[in-house]
């Protein structure tokens, strides 16, 4: 680990953080994304993992009263149900196949007909979301355009949207810890890094978390969707075009 990669990751971490923050998504894609060109994908998948689950929690906490609790509970149950697959097949994605899973996400999102009624507050729909959306995040580390899908057709404002996604983004990236750094450890080389790093990446995190907090305090909520849609594609695009070029290459 050199200072300068210390210190670009530092620096990305509170950029991402902080789109995040605003728009509850983006910004975990493009730290995957610079984490899995910088690290190897154990290491990125760890430290990603660990910002990812710093901010979220942060997140949940600044944004605590507008939690959907019962929600977040039947989510954790097709979370669970994820889990227990992927350790049943023992799958570790390479390089190609994360820039790909992740730049795709957000077309499968936009592609998804209204007529599914993928209402997260409807019945049954919360433990099918968090099952898909556990094991995308196994698969590319994110899965946030998904878990908008299932969030953008509910009758939830965006703060109540921003702040259950929160707390259930939390728990899959814990999820994504647990299963990386233990359950799957023996079939990741490469995926240590030194201690620090995790404590330097930690402060930042919730920096640009309050950062993004407050500027979403001053969006709208149309504002709100049409910029989370425009980033999406944009940035699938360039994750796709990685992907197929070191598929290729």
């Known amino acids: 680990m050199t200072v300068s990669l210390a210190a670009v990751t530092a620096l990305v971490v509170l ?87 992740l730049g795709a996400i957000p077309f499968v999102a936009f592609s998804i007909p209204k007529s599914w009624g993928l209402d997260i507050t409807k019945p049954l729909v919360s433990p099918a979301c968090g099952f898909v959306v556990t094991a995308l995040t196994l698969t590319a580390g994110v899965a946030g355009p998904i878990l908008d899908v299932f969030f953008v057709q509910s009758p939830l404002t965006r703060h109540q949207i921003v702040a259950t996604k929160a707390v259930t983004q939390m728990l899959q990236h814990l999820t994504k810890l647990l299963y990386f750094g233990v359950l799957a450890a023996h079939l990741l080389p490469d995926a240590n890094l030194p201690w620090w790093i995790y404590v330097m990446v930690a402060p930042l995190a919730m920096l640009g978390t309050t950062l993004g907090k407050m500027m979403l305090d001053r969006m709208n909520d149309g504002q709100f969707k049409k910029w989370s849609r425009y980033i999406l594609v944009v940035l699938g695009a360039i994750l796709i075009w990685r992907g197929l070029s070191l598929s290729l290459g």
């Open 15 to 101: 950029v991402t953080a902080t789109l995040s923050g605003i728009f509850g998504m983006a910004g975990g894609m493009i730290l995957m994304a610079y984490l899995t060109f910088a690290y190897s994908v154990g290491a990125a998948m760890m430290l990603h993992g660990a910002t990812q689950a710093v901010s979220n929690g942060y997140r949940a906490i600044i944004n605590r009263n507008d939690i959907v609790w019962r929600l977040v509970a039947t989510n954790l149950t097709g979370s669970i149900a994820a889990l227990a697959l992927f350790m049943l097949v023992s799958f570790v994605p390479e390089k190609p196949t994360v820039y790909l899973v």
